[in-house]
């Protein structure tokens, strides 16, 4: 063997080992979906009714790492959320992310969320830390507070039926006109909102129109007109 054999094989174990290395822990997503949700078409929807009344904003569902072509990854490693990360956003989580459905357990509900989705966000979101901080930057100093955005485009939250097209309108006007991913439930044979999705790319860089929109069909399905 001469030495370009000797060359080619070093560079095909190579490029093996790399290839093995990167595909066993390759990020599991392309984009993010960032959800926040209606409290009281939450607490209308539950099976049970919600412990405590629900204020009239909405508040962070999850951030979830999400794969536009197959099935979403989902509780990625067993690491749980450090005591220490908890202690110093606990009071900033518990005015946008509450546990609507039962207000003594916002710690579980965040625990969840972080085992479920958090644990997959790799490399975006590299710690607990960093994933929690990440969704209160969001909601606050980048301006994605749904009902913030609603309110300035008057669309107000007083249950009278709204145009989808006003609602996904006010979205757009704040997200470089990309598409969100509304999510409605019948509520006694009214269409109800119930969740408003961002989409962002994988780096969490820009925002992308969300993939797979409810379609008419599905229990989920927003019509032209929805109440909130
Ligand atoms: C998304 O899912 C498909 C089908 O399971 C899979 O082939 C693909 O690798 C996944 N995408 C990412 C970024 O992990
Ligand atoms: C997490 O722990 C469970 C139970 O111990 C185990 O079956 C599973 O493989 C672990 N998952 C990961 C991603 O390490
Ligand atoms: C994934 O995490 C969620 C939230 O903690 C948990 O309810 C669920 O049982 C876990 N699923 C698996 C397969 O470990
Ligand atoms: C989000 O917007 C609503 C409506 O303007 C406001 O009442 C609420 O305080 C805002 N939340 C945060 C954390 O800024
Ligand atoms: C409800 O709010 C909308 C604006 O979102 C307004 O046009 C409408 O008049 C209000 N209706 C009632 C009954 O307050
Ligand atoms: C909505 O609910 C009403 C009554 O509860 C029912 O008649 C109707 O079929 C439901 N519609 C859908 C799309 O589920
Ligand atoms: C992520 O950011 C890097 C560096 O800014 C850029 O090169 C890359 O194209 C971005 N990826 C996506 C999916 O936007």
């Given at each position: 063997?001469?030495?370009?054999?000797?060359?080619?094989?070093?560079?095909?174990?190579?490029?093996?080992?790399?290839?093995?290395?990167?595909?066993?822990?390759?990020?599991?997503?392309?984009?993010?979906?960032?959800?926040?949700?209606?409290q009281p078409a939450v607490c209308n929807s539950n099976p049970t009714p919600c412990k405590d009344s629900p204020d009239?904003?909405?508040?962070?569902?999850?951030?979830?790492?999400?794969?536009?072509?197959?099935?979403?990854?989902?509780?990625?490693?067993?690491?749980?959320?450090?005591?220490?990360?908890?202690?110093?956003?606990?009071?900033?989580?518990?005015?946008?992310?509450p546990n609507v459905l039962n207000r003594?357990?916002?710690?579980?509900?965040?625990?969840?969320?972080?085992?479920?989705?958090?644990?997959?966000?790799?490399?975006?979101?590299?710690?607990?830390?960093?994933?929690?901080?990440?969704?209160?930057?969001?909601?606050?100093?980048?301006?994605?507070?749904?009902?913030?955005?609603?309110?300035?485009?008057?669309?107000?939250?007083?249950?009278?039926?709204?145009?989808?097209?006003?609602?996904?309108?006010?979205?757009?006007?704040?997200?470089?006109?990309?598409?969100?991913?509304?999510?409605?439930?019948?509520?006694?044979?009214?269409?109800?909102?119930?969740?408003?999705?961002?989409?962002?790319?994988?780096?969490?860089?820009?925002?992308?129109?969300?993939?797979?929109?409810?379609?008419?069909?599905?229990?989920?399905?927003?019509?032209?007109?929805?109440?909130?």
């Amino acid at each position: 063997m001469g030495i370009t054999g000797m060359i080619y094989m070093v560079t095909m174990v190579f490029s093996l080992i790399v290839l093995i290395l990167s595909s066993s822990k390759a990020q599991q997503y392309d984009y993010f979906q960032f959800t926040q949700q209606y409290q009281p078409a939450v607490c209308n929807s539950n099976p049970t009714p919600c412990k405590d009344s629900p204020d009239k904003l909405f508040t962070v569902h999850g951030l979830w790492p999400s794969n536009s072509s197959g099935p979403h990854p989902h509780n990625c490693t067993n690491t749980t959320v450090k005591s220490q990360t908890i202690r110093s956003l606990k009071a900033q989580l518990e005015i946008i992310w509450p546990n609507v459905l039962n207000r003594n357990d916002h710690v579980g509900f965040w625990s969840r969320q972080w085992a479920k989705h958090g644990t997959c966000a790799s490399p975006a979101l590299k710690s607990d830390m960093q994933y929690f901080q990440t969704v209160i930057n969001m909601y606050t100093t980048q301006k994605q507070n749904v009902s913030k955005i609603l309110s300035r485009a008057n669309i107000k939250p007083n249950g009278t039926t709204k145009a989808l097209t006003d609602i996904q309108n006010a979205i757009r006007n704040r997200n470089n006109n990309m598409m969100p991913k509304l999510k409605c439930k019948n509520n006694s044979g009214i269409p109800e909102l119930v969740e408003v999705s961002f989409c962002g790319d994988s780096n969490l860089t820009q925002f992308i129109n969300c993939p797979h929109p409810f379609l008419p069909g599905s229990p989920y399905f927003c019509p032209g007109h929805v109440q909130y």
